[in-house]
């Protein structure tokens, strides 16, 4: 693995461990449906959210998870979205993470391999774009190959 998938992951790690209450976590199961039509999907923890929009094709409806958590002093707000079994039969035409209320500080997306059955290998930098708000594919750069997306945001708090 490079270093930075290494490192990324670490990150991920320590951000997620911050996530130790109940009332701040919730992990939901959804359908992604494949047809080629625009479907969104939401999860918020307290003023927090996370909305991912996709369109794919081929196969069938797969289950997917979403997990959401803010941290225990709520200054980060982490969005993941996956397919638990691993690489996805579908392909994704589009797909955009949008996170209410934070600026992303990191954000990845993944794939599997076919070849190898390698699991979380990141997709190339090219492949997608990470703004303020949102990770988004680019178009004609992504592979259409997607089985993990993590984004983690800062809350935005008001000085007093």
């Given amino acids: 693995m490079q270093l930075f998938g290494k490192m990324s992951l670490l990150l991920l790690g320590i951000s997620m461990s911050l996530c130790v209450s109940a009332e701040q976590t919730k992990v939901v199961e959804f359908n992604v449906k494949p047809g080629g039509v625009v ?3 939401s999860e918020r923890v307290s003023k927090y959210e996370c909305t991912f929009t996709y369109a794919s094709q081929g196969g069938t409806n797969e289950q997917w998870l979403m997990s959401v958590g803010l941290s225990e002093d709520d200054q980060l707000f982490s969005c993941s979205v996956w397919r638990p079994q691993g690489k996805s039969y579908l392909f994704f035409t589009q797909f955009k ?6 600026k992303i500080e990191y954000a990845n997306a993944f794939s599997e391999t076919a070849v190898t059955g390698q699991r979380d290998v990141p997709l190339k930098p090219d492949e997608f774009t990470v703004g303020e708000s949102t990770v988004t594919q680019r178009d004609g750069k992504f592979s259409a190959q997607l089985s993990k997306l993590t984004v983690i945001g800062r809350t935005r708090h008001e000085e007093l």
């Avoid at 993470?97 to 934070?102: F, H, I, P, S, V």
Wanted: glycine residues 12%; hydrophobic residues 35%; charged residues 20%.
């Fill in 97 to 102: 993470a949008e996170l209410k209320g934070t």
């Fill in 39 to 41: 479907h969104t999907f």
